[in-house]
């Protein structure tokens, strides 16, 4: 669920655009000089792709670590009251994660292909200065107040067969930083279903033979910043940018047909970035934003909730609950 830099500093301008400048940005340096044509509807349109490599990803119930590949699609605009985001990645492990039906101990576990993710991340944004036409959601640091909604899928060819489904809906406070950066604050609702192959009768009692896991609604806090590093020469054109998420427990998901399931705990995911925009290193500001080189650094503690002190996470797969990872890339903007 990582966004790239160029398309995190742009949910800023939700913040700091209001409906009467529907033909102005005034908003991250990134964007602040954009352009679109007349007739449409976007005051910033942005599309990005990512290749990455995260060194040390890890699954729970799974000793060692797991380098993963990942590819990236990142939409992000801006339009006359809100902003919306959708990511969706493709992840590529290495064949110690084995697609299904091996990663079970009742199958065979060699010549086995490696597992293929896909994740959808989703968020959209309606500003309440741009809604009603005032300014009066804007104090101080404080830019915009917005009523966000959104919701994140994925699923993954192993054994246990995740299939995620995920709604959320809050507010989002959108706060200034120096040089046309920003940091936005979303307390959630957060509500999720997925799916588990060891939560059926054959690995737990009595288990629910469809392995659809229900759980109970939770709050969620969301936090994500970016701000280009302008006091640097003009030569060194970097960028920092990050998140960390916060996500409630959420029970078991499976009520009494598993009792031995423990519940989960506090969530915490976040990754902070700085980037290089090579494209204005060698094409100067015509090429600014095309090209960036970033490197990243991933830590998720409680990974899905499970409790990395507890059940799968403990033993011989001690630490498969927390990754903490290098993350290197390259994105191209169009």
């Known amino acids: 669920m990582k966004i790239t830099v160029l398309i995190a500093a742009g949910a800023a301008i939700i913040g700091s655009c209001s409906a009467a400048a529907a033909r102005k940005i005034d908003g991250p340096a990134p964007h602040r000089h954009a352009k679109i044509a007349a007739w449409s509807p976007f005051l910033v349109n942005h599309n990005s792709l990512s290749l990455s490599d995260r060194f040390t990803a890890t699954h729970p119930g799974r000793a060692g670590t797991i380098p993963k590949t990942i590819l990236e699609f990142t939409h992000f605009d801006a339009w006359r009251y809100g902003t919306n985001l959708l990511s969706l990645e493709m992840l590529k492990s290495q064949r110690n994660d084995p697609a299904s039906p091996c990663g079970n101990f009742h199958a065979p576990k060699g010549n086995c292909p490696a597992a293929t993710e896909f994740t959808l991340h989703w968020r959209s944004a309606l500003g309440f200065n741009q809604m009603f036409h005032t300014h009066d959601f804007s ?7 917005s009523f966000e909604f959104g919701g994140d899928a994925n699923a993954e060819d192993t054994f246990a067969a995740p299939a995620k489904r995920v709604v959320v809906a809050g ?4 706060f200034g930083l120096p040089y046309g950066g920003h940091v936005n604050a979303s307390p959630l609702y957060y509500k999720e279903w997925n799916h588990n ?4 009768p ?15 609604g939770t709050w969620a806090l969301e936090f994500n910043y970016a701000m280009p590093l302008a006091f640097l020469p003009p030569n060194i054109p970097l960028s920092i940018s990050g998140y960390a998420n916060f996500y409630g427990p959420k029970g078991t998901g499976v009520g009494l047909a598993a009792p031995k399931i423990p519940a989960t705990k506090v969530e915490f995911l976040s990754e902070q970035k700085l980037s290089l925009d090579v494209g204005k290193m060698v094409g100067g500001t015509r090429a600014a934003n095309k090209v960036s080189l970033w490197i990243a650094w991933r830590y998720w503690q409680n990974k899905f909730g499970l409790d990395h002190t507890k059940g799968t996470c403990i033993g011989g ?9 290098l993350v290197t890339g390259v994105s191209v903007m169009f």
């Open 171 to 174: 507010l989002e406070f959108t």
């Open 317 to 325: 797969a001690t630490g498969s609950c927390t990754e903490q990872s």
């Open 197 to 200: 192959t060891f939560v059926t």
């Open 139 to 145: 104090a101080g640091p404080l830019k915009n107040v």
């Open 202 to 216: 054959a690995f737990a009692t009595p288990g629910i033979p469809s392995g659809d896991t229900n759980f109970a």
